[in-house]
């Protein structure tokens, strides 16, 4: 699926055929789950309803503990590929960090 339009990932989980992103919009925080074919939207926040992103991040949270936010968002193309990249290279500095 190609989609060259990038966008502000603010959390991202990669299983082996599947991204969960997180994305920070103008107006709300998106969560997408997005395979090889397809980029589906699973739930919208606007962000007018949280005083801030760290505000937010920490509402989310409590009803998901196992989503990680980054402290500073990336932009990346809305597409598996890109985001896959993304999530290697960020699991390579995280291996390398720890070493």
Known sequence: MKN???VKVISLEATQNTMCVWVESTDAYIRYEIT???IDEMERHLKG????YEHFAAVVGKFDPYTFFF???VRVPLTF????DEANRRRQA???QGS
Do not use: G, V
Not at 49 to 52: A, F
Not at 81 to 84: E, F, H, I, K, N
């Open 71 to 73: 402290i500073e968002p």
């Open 4 to 6: 060259d339009k990038t």
């Open 94 to 96: 995280n291996q390398i």
């Open 81 to 84: 590929d890109a985001l896959r």
């Open 36 to 38: 090889p074919t397809q």
């Open 49 to 52: 309803i949280y005083s801030s």
